[in-house]
């Protein structure tokens, strides 16, 4: 079992920054692959960024550029670091762990991030 705590959502005017910060607790997290989904009103929940195990890093064409995902093994935390931020990225942002091997998924409670004018 691993237990997912996400923190750091909140208001934020356009072009503004906000950071994400997800807190994972239990056994064997070394074997999971670390990610963040965003699920905007109506729609279905979608991939933001990723890092593995090693260290590899994906993200969405949509946040490339802008977005930095970054993991702490010591503490087992992972960050999203969320840059010139639209409106479009508003959402409920959800912390999830990926079993390398067997795909089992965890995840978060959300936190919801809001991009306004």
């Known amino acids: 079992q691993v237990q997912l705590v996400e923190s750091g959502g909140g208001l934020v005017q356009p072009g503004g920054s906000l950071s994400l910060s997800c807190a994972a607790s239990?056994?064997?997290?070394?074997?999971?692959?670390m990610g963040w989904y965003r699920q905007a009103p109506g729609k279905q929940r979608d991939l933001v960024a990723q890092?593995?195990?090693?260290?590899?890093?994906t993200y969405a064409d949509s946040v490339k550029d802008r977005f930095t995902i970054s993991r702490d093994f010591a503490k087992n935390t992972v960050t999203l670091q969320m840059n010139s931020l639209k409106p479009e990225d508003t959402a409920v942002y959800y912390c999830?762990?990926?079993?390398?091997?067997?795909?089992?998924?965890?995840w978060g409670q959300g936190t919801k991030v809001t991009i306004y004018s």
């Open positions: 239990g056994s064997g997290l070394g074997l999971y692959a």
């Open positions: 999830n762990a990926r079993h390398t091997w067997n795909e089992t998924d965890y």
């Open positions: 890092i593995t195990s090693r260290g590899g890093t």
